[in-house]
T-cell receptor
Framework: EAGVAQSPRYKIIEKRQSVAFWCNPI?????LYWYQQILGQGPKLLIQFQNNGVVDDSQLPKDRFSAERLKGVDSTLKIQPAKLEDSAVYLCASSPEAGVFNEQFFGPGTRLTVL | LAKTTQPISMDSYEGQEVNITCSHNNIATNDYITWYQQFPSQGPRFIIQGYKTKVTNEVASLFIPADRKSSTLSLPRVSLSDTAVYYCLVGDVGNDMRFGAGTRLTVKP
């Protein structure tokens, strides 16, 4: 079974530029999560989708971050414009069932550096 | 909000049992407790999940007291490959899931 795929693996941009990350969850998984992990800290949940609906986006900085999950499958996370403090690893995870708090399967992450 | 607190780091030796405790004083009734392991440059990997009492699987045990305000991950007979960061996650679907800051476990030969 293929795992969670993310691209790109690394991205370097200058502040005020835009960037987008892509995630393809494990086939059939209903729930998809985006996390931000700053160096030395635990992952911080940005947004959670169940199928193509948003369950929790309370920690998403909506003035600059947006995310969508079209057709309830893959997802993109966008930052526009980027700030220096957005430098982090962006992790995508998926879990099998909607409405159930079960094991999350994480992708390898995208490391973003904002200069 | 179920904020979690863990020790920043722990050291152990190969073959020893390691117990890592997570405090979550404000845990909600519906919240579950989940532990993840993370190696450098990788995403976290699920270890174990529980709601109350004791849960055991092939790699770890999870002890949760009756008041559920803390939990302890127990790793039996650790090896060098268990050197990693261990995270406690408390929450429920759509209910403000929060990872702790993590415990960096170093296993020495």
């Amino acid at each position: 079974e293929a795992g969670v795929a993310q691209s790109p693996r690394y991205k370097i941009i200058e502040k005020r530029q835009s960037v987008a990350f892509w995630c393809n969850p494990i086939s059939g998984h209903a729930t998809l999560y985006w996390y931000q992990q700053i160096l030395g800290q635990g992952p911080k949940l940005l947004i959670q989708f169940q199928n193509n609906g948003v369950v929790d986006d309370s920690q998403l900085p909506k003035d600059r971050f947006s995310a969508e999950r079209l057709k309830g499958v893959d997802s993109t996370l966008k930052i526009q414009p980027a700030k220096l403090e957005d430098s982090a690893v962006y992790l995508c995870a998926s879990s099998p069932e909607a409405g159930v708090f079960n094991e999350q399967f994480f992708g390898p992450g995208t490391r973003l550096t904002v200069l | 909000l179920a904020k979690t607190t863990q020790p920043i780091s722990m050291d152990s030796y190969e073959g020893q049992e390691v117990n890592i405790t997570c405090s979550h004083n404000n845990i909600a009734t519906n919240d579950y407790i989940t532990w993840y392991q993370q190696f450098p440059s990788q995403g976290p990997r699920f270890i174990i999940q529980g709601y109350k009492t004791k849960v055991t699987n092939e790699v770890a045990s999870l002890f949760i007291p009756a008041d559920r305000k803390s939990s302890t991950l127990s790793l039996p007979r650790v090896s060098l490959s268990d050197t990693a960061v261990y995270y406690c996650l408390v929450g429920d679907v759509g209910n403000d899931m929060r990872f702790g800051a993590g415990t960096r476990l170093t296993v020495k030969p």
